[in-house]
């Protein structure tokens, strides 16, 4: 249990933050749900700029769901290659969409449960989606919110899962989004 006066220190870097940066969004570029959840995929160990390179071709091959769940496999992880992990997303990509496809009429859905149970998505991509493509209020830790938040003290824990929590606990629902 933090202390009053930790609270209000960790109130007052929050309330920095926000005005420094207030509309904070992911550095991916995308068009669309869906462009955002296969950009968050491939970001996976990968900076945002490479990602940003790789999908500017991707996202003009492969357009709608189906194109990606009937990608042939070995085009795609040419494609994806310079983003790490390249056999590895690949195949959640086309998972994740061959699901998207059986379940959802080939949409992404608009509820962070359901996104979690996708291929390849864990919370922090289920977080990105659901905040930034459909304004459903969470938390994305990934590891530069896992290091800062240690650094600044306002969390003790390298669990994404325990600082999520703990930062839900301190912040308003509302500040959730833009906050990571």
């Given at each position: 249990?933090?202390?009053?006066?930790e609270?209000?220190?960790?109130?007052?870097?929050?309330?920095?933050?926000k005005?420094?940066?207030?509309?904070?969004?992911?550095?991916?570029?995308?068009?669309?749900?869906?462009?955002?959840?296969i950009?968050?995929?491939l970001s996976a160990?990968?900076?945002?700029?490479r990602?940003?390179?790789?999908?500017?071709?991707?996202f003009?091959k492969y357009?709608?769901a189906?194109?990606?769940?009937?990608?042939?496999?070995?085009e795609l992880?040419k494609?994806?290659?310079?983003?790490g992990?390249?056999?590895?997303?690949?195949k959640?990509?086309?998972?994740?969409?061959?699901?998207?496809?059986e379940?959802?009429?080939?949409?992404?859905p608009?509820?962070?449960?359901?996104l979690?149970?996708?291929?390849?998505?864990?919370?922090?991509t289920?977080s990105v989606?659901?905040?930034?493509?459909?304004?459903?209020?969470?938390?994305?830790?990934d590891?530069?919110v896992?290091r800062?938040?240690?650094l600044?003290?306002i969390?003790?824990?390298?669990n994404?899962?325990?600082?999520?929590?703990e930062?839900?606990?301190?912040l308003?629902?509302?500040?959730?989004?833009n906050?990571?």
């Amino acid at each position: 249990m933090k202390t009053k006066k930790e609270l209000t220190r960790i109130n007052q870097i929050f309330t920095l933050l926000k005005n420094e940066y207030p509309n904070t969004k992911p550095q991916l570029e995308y068009s669309n749900p869906l462009q955002l959840l296969i950009a968050t995929i491939l970001s996976a160990q990968c900076t945002d700029a490479r990602v940003n390179i790789v999908t500017k071709d991707l996202f003009k091959k492969y357009i709608s769901a189906e194109d990606f769940a009937n990608a042939n496999i070995l085009e795609l992880e040419k494609l994806i290659f310079s983003t790490g992990f390249y056999k590895q997303k690949a195949k959640s990509i086309k998972g994740c969409c061959s699901q998207l496809i059986e379940k959802y009429n080939g949409k992404v859905p608009q509820d962070f449960e359901l996104l979690t149970k996708l291929p390849g998505v864990g919370r922090k991509t289920a977080s990105v989606v659901a905040g930034h493509a459909f304004n459903i209020p969470a938390i994305a830790v990934d590891t530069h919110v896992n290091r800062i938040t240690n650094l600044l003290g306002i969390v003790d824990s390298k669990n994404p899962d325990k600082i999520e929590t703990e930062l839900k606990e301190l912040l308003p629902e509302e500040d959730w989004v833009n906050s990571t």
